[in-house]
């Protein structure tokens, strides 16, 4: 939602603290901190990490007996199944019976629990949506009804395709969030919803599931977050490894740089849109901001992307490493830098929001009723009122997910470049990330 807008609790900021004159750290100190500690884990690296820890290879530590028989019971399967599809319909029925005000749930279910809560629940459970996600249980349901085995469609689907239909669902979603005007009117987002909806069943019926693994934008955000969580299958049993280990298990493909950049990309947007300089340009047209901001908006997501490729292609490669195939390869290692961004992005916005979610949630229909019994809790806004932990959460937040995307190249690098350019060749990918940190903190603060 965008800045200034408001709910029943009050005001309701862009996603974070409102700006640099709330955040008690000074930019300068936090970015250069954030530097240092890029630079200082890169140096750390090359000299005490020359041989590759993750190849990709399912790996882990095997779960308790009574975990793993819980986590592959079929009850708990249709269970999440059927309360996925039960808390759809009941969002469905205020999107379609509900007011059209932002009181209505169905917007602070739509924009805060699922896109912002998809990472905090993929960061725990794994791939999250995968297990509740509506589109696949009905899927599922029409392929039992049908005799289709299960999985399967008319068609196998494309491998050259890979994740694009997922790049460009979330743009669509990004775009419908930060720059329509009419984000926050019901209509809009439910007919945004409706197709969504229908895109994906018709394309699992074409292509059978792995259209939904491949093109379904909440679906292939939350697995990847859930390549950062400390659960894995090997040989169908469940493993506890390393986020490392399984962020190594990520999958490359095409489309993928797109996919992390328009994550990336529409995050620094979401800054970067409510600065002053650019909220100065946009005022200054005659016509509406929508062509600027998506101008923009494209050039962030994009501009993410091509600077992943060239600084991926800027080495040398052995002869089973085709050089074009370098930025998929590597692609993996932004995730956790999404992650960070994430959580200094929209921490306060999804706390306290959320908790307004919540509670609209209970009078899904305006008129008073109170049927999950939260209409009379109040929002906390405790997180707010200690702006120091907030300032130091969101700074530790995208230097931690910058160390981790370095350690992940590092040990990509390591394992797929020659020796001689095992570290000279991660360091157009060393700067790549440094801009990544001083742009994104920039943006962070001077929002």
Partial sequence: MSAGQTGAG?????HGLGGAKDLPVPAELAIAGAVAALVISFTVLAVAWREPRYDGVPTGRPAPDWLDRLASSRILAIAARVLGMAFFLYVAAAAVFGKDSLI?????????????????A?????????????????????????GVPEGEGLYVYPARLGYWPAALGLFAFVWLELVYTASTDVGPVRLWCAAYLGIMLIGSAVWGTTFLE????????????GKLSVWGHRDGRLVLRSPLANLATVVPRPGLVMVVGVLFGSTAFDSFRESTAWLQL?????ASRVLPDTLALVAFSG?????????????????????RALPDLFAHSVVPIIVGYIVAHYLTYFVEYGQQTVIQLSDPFSRGDDFLGTADLQVSYWLSSHPTLVAVTKVLAVTLGHVVGVVAAHDRAVRLLPRRHQLTGQLPLLVAMVGFTVGGLYLLFAA
């Fill in 104 to 120: 209505n749930p169905f917007l602070g279910t739509f924009y805060v629990l699922l896109w912002v809560g998809l990472v905090p």
């Fill in 122 to 146: 993929s960061l725990l459970l794994g791939p999250f949506f995968k297990a509740v996600s509506p589109a696949r249980t009905v899927s599922m349901l029409f392929a039992k009804v049908s």
């Fill in 303 to 323: 501009g993410v992307a091509l600077v992943l490729t060239v600084a991926t292609m800027a080495t040398g490669v052995t002869s089973e490493t085709p050089r």
């Fill in 214 to 225: 491949r093109a379904d934008p909440f679906e292939v955000y939350s697995s990847l977050v």
């Fill in 282 to 286: 946009v005022q200054s047209l005659s």
């Fill in 10 to 14: 009050g005001t309701i900021s862009a």
